[in-house]
């Protein structure tokens, strides 16, 4: 086990995120994928109740246009890159675009500040309530994070995300990583596959996938880039010299590491992976300091904003986050550019 969860809630995090990502395999493993058979069977039945309700009773438009960003999987394909994405292009055409996200876990919300301040970013459960809130303060956009299952906010563009990394065999909770079936995507009003570490092959063998899955709409592709090193406040900083401890509490660890093995190929990577979103603690921070040995500390943009809590790690310890490369793809650019200049009526 890496630098594991802590608690034991996030132990049991940690072990589910590692029989999802296949990690896990043996006689036992298949028992257990066996055992929670009839649990996903329940869970896609409710699943299909819900959505055909809402197809049923769609929301009524918002007084603000607003853009989803969501996926099927809990985690890990590029939202919160690809919401900065967006967000930057707006505001370079002029346009004043809020984020509103849940505000699970702490950490997005948090780097969403530390981007664009606390009046273009609304934490609260209630989507609706945060669209409400951002037009308010005379934001001319919303951009829902992880928005695909709020299904109670109208949204102008439901932008759909699926990373190469993904698995091609779609397990529904609580057997995989999956909120919703494949067909779920026809929802969507555009498709992106986001690529890391992913062979080419996957990325493609994901788009021949979608094109049947969501036969109306765009399927488009970005590419996702490891890069911009900070310090714990968020500054520039220098890459590391020597070896690295990489520390994470993200969906995906397993591609953060091998992101840091292609920036720093001289350099010996050992692992720190939490669960997703942990929390982390005095005694987690006590304990990276032992373990380090000299080694930088190197952990995720969204770990930052949580690590700068402990000012004892920022000399040792510097972040690094994912990009996306390139411009949007049409015809993604000119629907996100028509829809920023959209003001619906009031409700």
């Known amino acids: 086990m890496s630098a594991g969860a802590g ?26 994928l066996a055992a929670l058979a009839p649990a996903e069977a ?23 246009a607003v853009v989803s960003v969501g996926n099927l999987v809990a985690g890990g394909t590029g939202k919160t890159p690809v919401v900065r994405w967006l967000r930057e292009r707006h505001a370079a055409s002029g346009g004043r675009a809020a984020v509103v996200c849940r505000g699970y876990g702490g950490d997005e919300a948090a780097m969403y500040r530390r981007w664009f301040g606390d009046d273009h970013v609304f934490a609260d459960p209630s989507r609706a309530q945060g669209v409400r809130e951002a037009w ?22 439901d932008i759909l995300l699926v990373a190469a990394e993904d698995p091609l065999r779609v397990r529904l909770f609580p057997r995989g990583p999956y909120r919703e079936p494949l067909s779920a995507a026809r929802r969507a009003t555009h498709v992106l596959v986001t690529r890391r570490s992913a062979p ?3 990325l493609e063998a994901w788009r021949a996938v979608l094109v049947q899955a969501a036969p109306t709409a765009p399927v488009l592709q970005a590419e996702m880039e490891m890069g911009e090193w900070i310090d714990l406040a968020g500054a520039p900083a220098e890459p590391p010299r020597g070896d690295i401890l990489a520390v994470s509490a993200i969906a995906r660890p397993r591609e953060f590491q091998q992101g840091l093995r292609g920036l720093l190929p001289t350099a010996a990577v050992e692992p720190a992976a939490f669960a997703d979103h942990h929390p982390y603690s005095r005694r987690d921070v006590d304990a990276l300091l032992a373990r380090r040995a000299g080694r930088t500390v190197v952990c995720t943009e969204k770990d930052a904003v949580k690590l700068a809590a402990f000012p004892e790690l920022a000399p040792h310890c510097v972040a690094v986050g994912f990009r ?10 000119s629907a996100f550019a028509d829809a920023g200049r959209q003001r619906c009526a009031s409700p």
């Open 42 to 64: 329940s869970f896609r039945l409710i699943a299909g109740a819900r959505n055909a309700w809402y197809d049923r009773a769609p929301p009524p438009p918002t007084p603000v």
């Open 7 to 32: 608690t034991l809630g996030g132990r049991i995090r940690w072990a589910v995120q590692q029989l999802w990502a296949g990690e896990r395999r043996g006689a036992g493993v298949g028992i257990l």
């Open 200 to 202: 080419r092959t996957a």
């Open 324 to 333: 996306v490369v390139g411009e949007l793809p049409e015809p993604l650019g």
């Open 136 to 157: 308010e303060r005379g934001c001319d956009l919303a951009i829902l994070d992880d928005g695909f299952q709020h299904r109670r906010v109208h949204r102008d563009l």
